[in-house]
């Protein structure tokens, strides 16, 4: 059996003179010689470990720290370091178990918690993170860090006035701590206090400019603000510095698209396709890149929401009059609807085997290939139609000698909804009769409105598996609709019927800016907010000219 050497005190000093003076390898030479005197000295096992973690070697890393652990198991350190190279590689539940290891064995180790709450946030588990937080700062006040990051998970949770304040502390015990201060204005941004977010991503930005998720999200801000050149130029900025980032180039392209830059916007809008979430299907064959087609068979798959499957869904008339025969992919809920389209040759239920077909395409990389710009929009209206039979049948259910009015107020996020009571005012119009068209989320606020008299049409009203067949049968039996940004509106204007949409100062990009009406569908009339989150007065405007419909129409 051979003898350890013993350890020369002056190769562990030495070692960490280097590492002091900044010279990893150096220090690596040495704590390696300390091994060859001594193969399992604890020191020099652990700190090779934190320099391979340090360089990016995490699988040499993690392989020395289990040399250390498998000879010295009751090392608080040893677990800590485990735990922090194994979160490094993305094993969340691994560092989840080694972070438990240092609590069991040292409980004030603040670190250790700490490192425990970011691997609880990164699987998803934001309320657990937030008490693994709380414990750090009972530990140590004064951890900025921790202050940083219980913010974001505050902002996670939706709870921003927390939030603001942890984010608060973090930059008043380092007031040089430039996320901090960019988390801090995501805050504000999200509370809507657009000015104070500006703030707040400058003064960061001041204390470090290489931060491209800053610059884009002050770009969100600044456009929220109508401040369309500044956020321009603050995507670019983003750009600059992170040339490959598919939801900055995205952002961009969609502030492109709301100020009608149609050419730069669908070419910028393709970064869509590198987004995370992305679910871009294998498909045999090429993609369409824009030449002709003439007696060729084209896939073209819808993407994203119901309404900009509906509104793009126009697009398959300008392909088929090049010659094509389409082929179009939809989720199977707008099967049935689609059906009806001018120009299909075929809707294809996502899920459903494929046909054989020449090229396939995207829905919504379309208009980038045939050239498309606001005077060339294909706006001759309608493109789709409702089944003769079931627009029979809903005309006799619905009420008669009364201007009718179908509403709907809720859309698939806050952003697209509207509280119902802003509709009041036109149920106060005489002759009208309103009835709802909504369906899923928002309908729950039909009973707290009892007093608008809303005619509902029962639980059979598209109660099956096909989305929109009673909407769009009973749009053909109303007098007008009256919408937020949701499906509904793009039905309502594919089928050619009129329709108002209620929109926000800054809306979706596809309503431009400036105008009531809309190069998408010309029976569409667009009523904006004059001032952020103020309905009543949208609705007031609307109450009259509804009023003065109804007149028309009893003369």
């Not at 603040?110 to 609880?120: C, E, I, K, W």
């Not at 009364?402 to 106060?428: C, K, M, N, Q, Y």
Request: aromatic letters at 10%.
């Amino acid at each position: 059996m051979h003898k350890a050497k013993p350890v020369k005190p002056e190769l562990l000093t030495r070692a960490a003179e280097a590492l002091a003076a900044g010279n990893p390898a150096q220090a690596e030479r040495l704590y390696r010689a300390v091994l060859a005197a001594q193969p399992d000295y604890p020191a020099a096992l652990h700190a090779l470990s934190v320099l391979a973690y340090q360089r990016g070697s995490h699988r040499q890393a993690l392989w020395m720290n289990e040399r250390l652990l498998a000879r010295y198991p009751s090392l608080p350190e040893a677990h800590f370091s485990r735990g922090t190279i194994l979160q490094a590689m993305g094993r969340y539940e691994e560092a989840l178990a080694s972070f438990g290891s240092v609590v069991a064995l040292e409980p004030r180790y603040a670190d250790a918690h700490f490192g425990r709450a970011y691997a609880l946030f990164e699987r998803g588990r934001p309320d657990e993170a937030l008490e693994a937080y709380d414990r750090v700062l009972a530990l140590a006040p004064d951890h900025a860090l921790a202050c940083n990051n219980r913010g974001n998970t505050l902002r996670a949770l939706r709870r921003y006035p927390e939030a603001l304040a942890s984010l608060d502390r973090a930059v008043e015990l380092e007031p040089r701590y430039a996320e901090a201060f960019t988390n801090r204005a995501n805050v504000l941004k999200d509370m809507e206090r657009f000015e104070d977010a500006i703030e707040s991503y400058d003064r960061g930005l001041a204390i470090r400019a290489d931060q491209p998720d800053a610059w884009n999200n002050r770009g969100l801000a600044l456009q929220r603000m109508t401040r369309f050149d500044e956020a321009l130029r603050s995507f670019d900025q983003a750009i600059e510095l992170a040339p490959k980032h598919a939801e900055h180039r995205f952002n961009r392209a969609y502030l492109l698209l709301l100020l009608g830059s149609f050419a730069d916007g669908w070419r910028e809008y393709e970064w869509r396709r590198k987004q995370k979430g992305w679910s871009q299907g294998r498909f045999p064959g090429a993609e369409w890149r824009g030449e002709a087609i003439g007696g060729k068979q084209l896939f073209v798959y819808a993407e994203q929401g119901l309404g900009d499957c509906l509104m793009f869904a126009r697009f398959v008339r300008s392909i088929s009059e090049r010659g094509a025969k389409v082929l179009l992919g939809a989720p199977a809920r707008m099967h049935a609807v689609l059906e009806r389209l001018d120009g299909v040759t075929a809707v294809i239920p996502a899920g459903a085997s494929l046909p054989q077909f020449d090229l396939h395409i995207p829905l919504m990389s379309v208009p980038r290939l045939i050239d498309f710009t606001p005077n060339s929009v294909p706006a001759n209206v309608p493109y789709l139609s409702s089944d003769p039979a079931r627009t029979g049948h809903w005309a006799a259910r619905l009420p008669t000698n009364r201007f009718r009015v179908g509403i709907a107020w809720h859309g698939t996020d806050v952003e697209r909804a509207i509280p119902l009571e802003a509709f009041s005012p036109l149920a106060r119009v005489p002759g009208t009769a309103l009835i709802s068209l909504q369906k899923g989320a928002g309908s729950e606020q039909l009973d707290a409105r009892a007093e608008l008299g809303l005619v509902t049409l029962g639980a059979d009203f598209d109660s099956g598996p096909d989305a929109f067949l009673d909407t769009a049968a009973v749009m053909m039996n109303l007098d007008l609709i009256v919408t937020a940004d949701t499906a509904v509106a793009h039905l309502a204007g594919a089928l050619g019927r009129p329709v108002w949409i209620a929109l926000r100062p800054v809306p979706d990009w596809r309503w431009l800016l400036e105008r009531d009406d809309s190069p998408w569908y010309p029976t569409a009339r667009l009523f904006r907010q004059h001032t952020e989150g103020d309905w009543q007065e949208v609705f007031a405007r609307m109450s009259v000219e509804l009023a003065a419909m109804t007149v028309r129409g009893a003369n």
